[in-house]
DNA sequence: TTGTACGCGTTATCAT
DNA sequence: ATGATAACGCGTACAA
């Protein structure tokens, strides 16, 4: 009260103590009135503390909140990248999911750095969030694997739940879209469509679910039966540089043959097709080309890019569902292929050089 | 010791108590060794204790540090949304440089929603933010500005600071990229390369920086000098889709006697393009474009887009530069127009329909 | 250098 | 229904 408005310095932040004084009552009548669940308070109280709360401006203190309650309604999310096209879609959904359930959702991004998800776990740890969602990156082999397992479980053991997306490597709840079939399928159409010579780009990096579609589109060229089929798969770099310079750096002659680029990633897809027009050729007219993930990005992109759709919001959905409430422990949300204008049908393609 | 690492239900979370229990040191040794800064703690103690933290996979409570320092090492960013390639690339620039200073990014999402800003500044507020970063939306008539003016303050009376990006229209520090310049610029060079009926499409929402935009466009034009300059402004929904839709609905003859639809965003530049397209006008044949932004979309467009290039990670470094020690008031970042293929000189294009 | 004691803002338990 | 009082996990004077 002594204080008055002017610019004294940083002053203390309102507390609830400063409310219940304010309102003359005592400390838990207001935190009950303010924050509590239950609502036994004479209304002649709880409308003295809502106004006292009002004219001081008083906000909870999250921290306490947490402390005092050891739960804090906040779910932690890893992901690669906050810029791709791709997970910031799968962020936005996740968000849009969390807000639904009344939850915060604290990202934190690795930047593909592979030690730093490790980092990232032990530090969310620390805050005590309801759920740990690890979405994106999950490695073949992974080199801390161990270690994050640990980590995680030891968030586990402490009531917290842990969630993969798009990653069944570690031995935890996940929600899973499936590559595999997905890209099995496209082949399956593209093989229907005519096409035969594919080079498939995949990932340097060896991430499970990239090395599932690579292995799914595999499969269903070869499971077409046609005559013919030969697939080439390669490893650039993941990621649309590493798909443009990948195409870039090809034989004259291989890249002549070829009637089909199946990119692991819409991503590396516009990068393949960048390098394709680099190096003159038309998309369709001279190679087809797909990718996968079906990004909003490809709205602008001509020709429309064939792709695997994937429903995001049913993936974040459920991966929210289940940093809730535990399910079973494999869930899967169905991927399947979009045919559009850059993979025609061949035989209705003029055979060109 | 007692306990087993059996799945005996959910275990209390590994305390600092705990950890210097385990080594046999006092609870604020413990504490000097994991997380004080003064490291006045003799070498044996120091091993025991991080020993037993390591052993037992403790990780400090950040709740109970904010509490106990009363300060947090966490930015909170309010943005109007995620999956916009815009504000994704300017989410992802913060996130980067706060990395680099070691502070955490809580992100918030309007969604567009106008008093949504108002409640996440009063939630983040009860999180004691090292800062509030105000990115994205600024309303040129703040409807609940006041109440957030008085939110914002209270929030730096209590030793918290408040950066604005891109929007000047409240009474803090603010980061600022030169609409009006920029936008005045590539008029200018636009209007150097002849053309001259322009639409200019601007935003239904009443935004400030938007609204800078459209009128440094237009002044760029007229200050040309050129004879039959003939600006058009018009404000469709401020998206992709009010873009295209405002296409679509265009009279016949007003978009054929068009050489230019500039829009103030990339993002509603593709929409027109795809209601240009839709409309059976080729680009930049028959009519030209060009946007605002530079967003990494765009290199997946063809033609390449003339825009205008906004420095975001400079953007971020100084919003986190000023999140951290107040500085002046106002600084500007640069933004200056890129000319590219959507935008040809007009006398070398053909006069079409 | 190390330990004791207290405070941070909140919720929860228990009398009243 | 309301108010003392004790947690929650950690940082930090202060004393030893």
Same mark, same amino acid.
């Given at each position: 009260?002594?204080?008055?408005?002017?610019?004294?310095?940083?002053?203390?932040?309102?507390?609830?103590?400063?409310?219940?004084?304010?309102?003359?009552?005592?400390?838990?009548?207001?935190?009950?009135?303010?924050?509590?669940?239950?609502?036994?308070?004479?209304?002649?109280?709880?409308?003295?503390? $809502?106004? =006292?709360?009002?004219?001081?401006?008083?906000?909870?203190? *999250? %921290? @306490?909140?947490?402390?005092?309650? !050891?739960?804090? &309604?906040?779910?932690?999310?890893?992901?690669?990248?906050?810029?791709?096209?791709?997970?910031?879609?799968?962020?936005?959904?996740?968000?849009?999911?969390?807000?639904?359930?009344?939850?915060?959702?604290?990202?934190?991004?690795?930047?593909?750095?592979?030690?730093?998800?490790?980092?990232?776990?032990?530090?969310?740890?620390?805050?005590?969030?309801?759920?740990?969602?690890?979405?994106?990156?999950?490695?073949?082999?992974?080199?801390?694997?161990?270690?994050?397992?640990?980590?995680?479980?030891?968030?586990?053991?402490?009531?917290?739940?842990?969630?993969?997306?798009?990653?069944?490597?570690?031995?935890?709840? $996940?929600? =899973?879209?499936?590559?595999?079939?997905?890209?099995?399928? *496209? %082949? @399956?159409?593209?093989?229907?469509? !005519?096409?035969? &010579?594919?080079?498939?780009?995949?990932?340097?990096?060896?991430?499970?679910?990239?090395?599932?579609?690579?292995?799914?589109?595999?499969?269903?060229?070869?499971?077409?039966?046609?005559?013919?089929?030969?697939?080439?798969?390669?490893?650039?770099?993941?990621?649309?540089?590493?798909?443009?310079?990948?195409?870039?750096?090809?034989?004259?002659?291989?890249?002549?043959?070829?009637?089909?680029?199946?990119?692991?990633?819409?991503?590396?897809?516009?990068?393949?097709?960048?390098?394709?027009?680099?190096?003159?050729?038309?998309?369709?007219?001279?190679?087809?080309?797909?990718?996968?993930?079906?990004?909003?990005?490809?709205?602008?992109?001509?020709?429309?890019?064939?792709?695997?759709?994937? %429903?995001?919001?049913?993936?974040?959905?459920?991966?929210?569902?289940?940093?809730?409430?535990?399910?079973?422990?494999?869930?899967?949300?169905?991927?399947?292929?979009?045919?559009?204008?850059?993979?025609?049908?061949?035989?209705?393609?003029?055979?060109?050089?």
């Amino acid at each position: 009260m002594s204080d008055t408005q002017s610019d004294a310095g940083p002053r203390r932040p309102v507390t609830l103590d400063d409310v219940a004084r304010h309102a003359g009552v005592s400390q838990p009548t207001a935190s009950r009135v303010l924050n509590g669940s239950d609502r036994k308070v004479a209304e002649s109280y709880r409308k003295r503390v $809502t106004d =006292a709360a009002r004219e001081l401006g008083y906000t909870p203190n *999250l %921290a @306490a909140q947490v402390i005092a309650r !050891g739960s804090s &309604r906040t779910v932690a999310l890893i992901i690669s990248g906050i810029s791709d096209p791709y997970f910031s879609a799968m962020a936005a959904a996740i968000m849009r999911q969390a807000e639904a359930s009344d939850l915060r959702v604290s990202i934190a991004v690795t930047d593909r750095r592979v030690d730093r998800e490790l980092d990232l776990v032990r530090e969310l740890r620390g805050q005590q969030p309801q759920a740990i969602i690890l979405a994106g990156t999950g490695y073949v082999d992974p080199p801390s694997g161990d270690q994050l397992v640990a980590e995680l479980h030891r968030f586990e053991e402490t009531g917290g739940r842990v969630v993969l997306i798009s990653r069944s490597d570690l031995p935890f709840e $996940t929600v =899973a879209f499936d590559n595999h079939e997905g890209a099995r399928q *496209l %082949a @399956a159409e593209l093989a229907t469509l !005519g096409y035969r &010579r594919t080079l498939v780009l995949g990932s340097a990096t060896p991430l499970l679910s990239m090395q599932q579609r690579v292995e799914g589109f595999v499969a269903g060229m070869a499971e077409s039966g046609a005559d013919g089929i030969d697939t080439v798969v390669r490893h650039p770099e993941f990621s649309w540089e590493g798909a443009r310079d990948h195409i870039l750096g090809m034989d004259d002659d291989e890249l002549q043959r070829l009637q089909l680029v199946f990119a692991i990633t819409d991503d590396m897809a516009l990068g393949a097709i960048a390098g394709l027009r680099a190096r003159g050729r038309r998309i369709p007219d001279d190679i087809a080309v797909a990718g996968f993930d079906d990004i909003t990005t490809l709205r602008d992109v001509v020709p429309p890019l064939t792709t695997v759709h994937v %429903a995001l919001d049913a993936v974040a959905k459920e991966a929210i569902k289940r940093a809730l409430t535990p399910d079973g422990h494999v869930s899967t949300v169905p991927a399947y292929p979009i045919i559009r204008a850059s993979t025609p049908a061949v035989s209705t393609r003029q055979v060109v050089g």
